[in-house]
């Protein structure tokens, strides 16, 4: 996302140390750590926080099973469903 302008784009890519790396080398701004990588807890987030680091650029690695993620989500299984 660039904050500026607030606009985004996705792009789908190869997940692999050297597709992410070259995704890195694109999108990393000036200073490094200006540019923050989002990953969701998984195989892979290990090493895509490796380079992110190795770059100094800002990683968060997420779950996005934990409750706070699901905020403004109902589910049957919740009591105030029954009402």
Same mark, same amino acid.
């Given at each position: 996302?660039?904050?500026?302008?607030?606009? @985004?784009?996705?792009?789908?890519?190869?997940? !692999?140390? *050297?597709?992410? @790396?070259?995704?890195?080398?694109?999108?990393?701004?000036?200073?490094? #750590?200006?540019?923050? +990588? +989002? !990953? /969701?807890?998984?195989?892979? *987030?290990?090493?895509? @926080?490796?380079?992110?680091? *190795?770059?100094? #650029?800002?990683?968060? +690695?997420?779950? #996005?099973? /934990? /409750?706070?993620? *699901?905020?403004? +989500?109902?589910?049957?299984? /919740?009591?105030?469903?029954?009402?």
């Amino acid at each position: 996302m660039d904050t500026a302008t607030r606009t @985004h784009t996705f792009e789908t890519i190869l997940m !692999s140390p *050297a597709t992410v @790396h070259d995704l890195l080398t694109r999108q990393l701004t000036d200073p490094p #750590a200006d540019t923050l +990588v +989002v !990953s /969701e807890t998984c195989e892979t *987030a290990g090493w895509v @926080h490796d380079l992110c680091t *190795a770059r100094a #650029a800002s990683i968060i +690695v997420v779950n #996005a099973n /934990e /409750e706070r993620f *699901a905020q403004g +989500v109902r589910r049957a299984c /919740e009591p105030d469903d029954l009402d």
